[in-house]
């Protein structure tokens, strides 16, 4: 399956959609997301056969001819996949009025209430302090 978005608009988006979140917390969902795509049986261990068959299923997923070497081609084909399931993801999480599209409202609407939970003290403001 091949996609032809423009790199340049990805990245813009990658951008937008991983705001500069508290560094830790965000690795540490991204993390937890990997450990559990790798933890098959779902037992809260990672076992060396889970992380090998892992390896295999995405080497595979890549390898779109299955010839056993990923190329360049492959690989950003790859990559853009991933990065369309993404981008979906991130405008289904920001589409408030469901009409498939995120406008400047909406974006700003999520970002602020995103922004805002950190206020601890209520006061109306977020310091750096509080979004640690
Ligand atoms: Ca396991
Ligand atoms: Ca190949
Ligand atoms: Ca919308």
């Not at 081609?73 to 589409?95: L, V």
Request: proline share 2%.
């Amino acid at each position: 399956m091949r996609h032809t978005i423009p790199a340049l608009a990805l990245a813009l988006l990658a951008a937008v959609a991983v705001p500069a979140e508290a560094g830790q917390r965000h690795r540490g969902a991204f993390m937890e997301d990997m450990f559990k795509q790798v933890d098959k049986n779902d037992d809260g261990a990672v076992t060396r056969a889970e992380i090998d068959a892992f390896h295999a299923e995405r080497f595979a997923a890549a390898d779109a001819d299955g010839d056993g070497r990923i190329t360049l081609e492959e690989a950003t084909a790859f990559e853009m996949t991933r990065a369309e399931d993404h981008a979906k993801r991130w405008i289904a999480r920001m589409d408030e009025n469901g009409d498939g599209v995120v406008s400047r409202e909406e974006m700003a609407e999520r970002h602020g209430h995103w922004m805002m939970k950190d206020d601890a003290n209520d006061d109306g403001a977020v310091t750096l302090d509080e979004m640690r």
